[in-house]
């Protein structure tokens, strides 16, 4: 069975520009996060999605940063237009009810 | 708010030996979930063990081990016989009961360096 995957695996953009970031869930997994750790801080908590749903999305930092989940299966995560401090490491984990989060190996976004 | 916090921000290990690594967390909710997550250099994070709060057995999966104090509010990691491979940075992690308000949402400690010298 794939895990959780994540693209692009590492971005580079300038100040201002937009950047997609892309999560596929573990196949039947209803519940997808977006976490996404800072350098030297610790992992903080995004939103969740329950299919297509946004369940919580006290964790996104301000409006640009922008969370779909388009039918229930993949989600985008589109920061626009990106500044310095966005810069950091996002996590996509998905879960099913009851079990185990399972975490992508992440997307490192690199703000110059 | 849930908070989670690891004290040390690196500890070593020699291969074969004995190490245990802290957490402590605060939260107002009697049933929940902790666990251990490693993160090794390849960035995929990996569950370690996971405890059940309402359980007052510890969990063990395989050399890892874990010490749950449901009063004093502590679960740390005991991994016997270390390797190699066990060299990562180690993050606990919290998340409240299934139904709750903050269901499935993970909150996480500061993450403790684990290396281990040959």
């Given at each position: 069975?794939?895990?959780?995957?994540?693209?692009?695996?590492?971005?580079?953009?300038?100040?201002?520009?937009?950047?997609?970031?892309?999560?596929?869930?573990?196949?039947?997994?209803?519940?997808?996060?977006?976490?996404?750790?800072?350098?030297?801080?610790?992992?903080?908590?995004?939103?969740?999605?329950?299919?297509?749903?946004?369940?919580?999305?006290?964790?996104?930092?301000?409006?640009?940063?922008?969370?779909?989940?388009?039918?229930?299966?993949?989600?985008?995560?589109?920061?626009?237009?990106?500044?310095?401090?966005?810069?950091?490491?996002?996590?996509?984990?998905?879960?099913?009810?009851?079990?185990?989060?399972?975490?992508?190996?992440?997307?490192?976004?690199?703000?110059? | 708010?849930?908070?989670?916090?690891?004290?040390?921000p690196e500890?070593?290990?020699?291969?074969?030996?004995?190490?245990?690594?802290?957490?402590?967390?605060?939260?107002?909710?009697?049933?929940?979930?902790?666990?251990?997550?490693?993160?090794?250099?390849?960035?995929?994070?990996?569950?370690?063990?996971?405890?059940?709060?309402?359980?007052?057995?510890?969990?063990?999966?395989?050399?890892?081990?874990?010490?749950?104090?449901?009063?004093?509010?502590?679960?740390?990691?005991?991994?016997?016989?270390?390797?190699?491979?066990?060299?990562?940075m180690?993050?606990?992690?919290?998340?409240?009961?299934?139904?709750?308000?903050?269901?499935?949402?993970?909150?996480?400690?500061?993450g403790t360096i684990l290396t281990?010298?040959?």
């Open positions: 069975e794939a895990g959780v995957t994540q693209f692009p695996s590492h971005s580079v953009i300038e100040k201002g520009q937009t950047v997609t970031l892309r999560c596929d869930p573990i196949s039947g997994h209803d519940n997808l996060y977006w976490y996404r750790r800072v350098m030297g801080k610790e992992i903080k908590f995004l939103l969740h999605f329950v299919k297509e749903s946004k369940q919580d999305e006290s964790g996104m930092p301000n409006n640009r940063f922008l969370a779909e989940r388009t039918g229930g299966t993949y989600s985008t995560l589109k920061v626009q237009p990106a500044e310095l401090e966005d810069s950091g490491v996002y996590f996509c984990a998905s879960s099913q009810a009851g079990l185990a989060t399972y975490f992508g190996p992440g997307t490192r976004l690199t703000v110059t | 708010a849930q908070t989670v916090t690891q004290s040390q500890m070593s290990v020699q291969e074969a030996e004995t190490v245990t690594l802290s957490c402590t967390y605060d939260t107002s909710e009697s049933d929940y979930y902790l666990f251990w997550y490693k993160q090794p250099p390849s960035r995929q994070m990996i569950l370690v063990i996971r405890q059940e709060a309402y359980k007052q057995q510890n969990a063990t999966e395989n050399r890892f081990s874990v010490n749950f104090q449901k009063a004093a509010k502590s679960f740390s990691l005991k991994i016997s016989d270390s390797q190699l491979g066990d060299a990562a180690y993050f606990c992690a919290y998340r409240g009961r299934d139904g709750g308000t903050s269901y499935g949402k993970l909150t996480f400690g500061q281990v010298h040959p």
